[in-house]
């Protein structure tokens, strides 16, 4: 019998709060596994929490989920239709990047949401969480705003981070615009089978070489 979504990510937070893999999960650091819709159409998932994220247990609470919370309203979403998540589940030390282990520990509770919600969409939210699908793919330039297919017949949407756009003012009217297709995208996804696609056949206009791509499953 198939698991309720809600059940297997409250078991996959239980994990999360357990999770002793890296140093993150050994530090004083609070877990931060996720919220949001289990039955999402629109997954978010960002890079790492910080600090009003690790004080709240939530991710995006902070400036940039502020500024989130207003680029779901241009895409005519709230929290209460997605679900947001980051690919580090502990807020590093000083907000540094995640570092390659801490990335890998966390590795399988992603997996593990994904496989939870099944959402049609998936929304990455700067370079550290886009490089999970795309890992040969450098430039948010040559990417941002489209829909990428996967060889697991996920839908990809890769986008800047919010806290790029709070350091960064241009980058405001790029991630508004971006989010403004994110409703076109969803509705092209739930119109399309899921059927895998190749890597040649996800090329990317403006990347020299096919994007490497991680399969999920």
């Known amino acids: 019998m198939e698991v309720d979504p809600g059940t297997a990510l409250r078991e996959i937070d239980s994990q999360i709060a357990r999770c002793k893999r890296c140093k993150l999960g050994m530090g004083g650091a609070h877990p931060v596994p996720g919220s949001g819709n289990p039955h999402a159409s629109i997954m978010f998932v960002g890079e790492a929490p910080g ?88 430039a948010m330039r040559d990417v941002h705003g489209r829909a990428l297919p996967t060889s697991d017949g996920l839908t990809i949407c890769a986008m800047y981070h919010p806290a790029a756009a709070l350091h960064q003012n241009s980058l405001r009217a790029v991630l508004e615009q971006d989010f403004r297709a994110l409703p076109m995208i969803l509705a092209r996804a739930q119109s399309q089978p899921a059927t895998p696609v190749t890597v040649a056949q996800a090329a990317l206009p403006g990347v020299e070489t096919p994007p490497e791509q991680m399969s999920l499953f």
Do not use: W
């Open 51 to 138: 600090f009003y994220e690790d004080q709240a247990g939530l991710p995006f609470v902070g400036p940039a989920g502020k500024l989130l919370d207003g680029l779901l309203e241009v895409a005519g979403l709230s929290r209460k239709d997605v679900f947001i998540t980051n690919v580090v589940k502990h807020r590093p030390p000083a907000n540094r990047d995640p570092e390659p282990d801490e990335l890998e520990a966390c590795d399988d509770f992603l997996r593990a949401q994904i496989a939870a919600i099944k959402p049609q969409v998936i929304v990455t939210l700067g370079r550290f969480s886009l490089s999970k699908f795309f890992p040969n793919v450098r």
